[in-house]
């Protein structure tokens, strides 16, 4: 069992930044972030591997940066230059899942409640 709380959303002008912090109990092997605006779909953004591998979409390659503490059980999505289609319900998700393959996974098994980022123009 899993519980994952975020936090660290707020409201930013574009180019600002943000950091979004997710405090779990504990951290399982393959951790990611995903996110959701209104009216479209749940968003994969980037995941974390147990080797501290990373992956991220293509919409936030280069500007997004996920990291994780294993001894403070929590995950970082590091946010810079942000436009407004960031503007969404960010998730952190978890799944005991070893490897690489944690990189492709779209499909988690613990989900916290959401934080919310705002990105004016």
């Known amino acids: 069992q899993v519980q994952l709380v975020e936090s660290g959303g707020g409201s930013v002008q574009a180019g600002g930044s943000l950091r979004l912090s997710c405090a779990a109990s504990?951290?399982?092997?393959?951790m990611g972030w995903f996110r959701q605006a209104p009216g479209k779909e749940r968003e994969w953004v980037t995941a974390?591997?147990?080797?501290?591998?990373?992956s991220y979409a293509d919409s936030v390659k280069g500007r997004f940066t996920i990291s994780k503490d294993n001894a403070k059980k929590t995950l970082y999505l590091e946010m810079k230059s942000l436009k407004p289609e960031d503007a969404a319900m960010y998730y952190c998700?978890?799944?005991?899942?070893?490897?690489?393959?944690?990189?492709?996974?779209?499909?988690?098994?613990?989900w916290g409640q959401g934080t919310q980022v705002t990105v004016s123009s």
């Open positions: 504990n951290l399982a092997a393959c």
């Open positions: 998700a978890a799944h005991y899942l070893y490897g690489n393959a944690c990189l492709r996974l779209r499909s988690y098994y613990y």
């Open positions: 974390i591997a147990t080797d501290g591998s990373t």
